[in-house]
Nanobody
């Protein structure tokens, strides 16, 4: 019912900023909470951030709190992850997901294909 496509990844230096986008198909976008997850080479996929259906409530992993901002525009069927003060530890493939807004992968029903973020030095 929902298809998700991430974009905006790239290669940046430590301290730089990036904004990831996730565009959803269909007309039921506002019924889902949304999440961002990431997976670094050799590591398990981990929770990054979640946002409520209306966009009024957000939740962040401790590792990104204060640096990343999650927002959504339901009229455009799109969510955004603004990433500031990037660190080499942020290097990963970032995935957008639709579901309950919980921190567990099992609570999400739909996933995008991912977009790569590489932070050098």
């Amino acid at each position: 019912q929902v298809q998700l496509v991430e974009s905006g990844g790239g290669l940046v230096q430590a301290g730089d900023s990036l904004r990831l986008s996730c565009a959803a198909s269909g007309r039921s976008f506002s019924r889902y909470a949304m999440g961002w997850f990431r997976q670094a080479p050799g590591k398990e996929r981990e929770f990054v951030a979640a946002i409520s259906r209306s966009g009024s409530g957000t939740l962040y992993a401790a590792s990104v709190r204060g640096r990343f901002t999650f927002s959504r525009d339901n009229a455009k069927n799109t969510v955004y992850l603004q990433m500031n003060s990037l660190k080499p530890g942020d290097t990963a493939v970032y995935y957008c997901a639709a579901g309950s807004g919980a921190t567990s992968e099992e609570e999400y029903d739909y996933w995008g294909q991912g977009t790569q973020v590489i932070v050098s030095s």
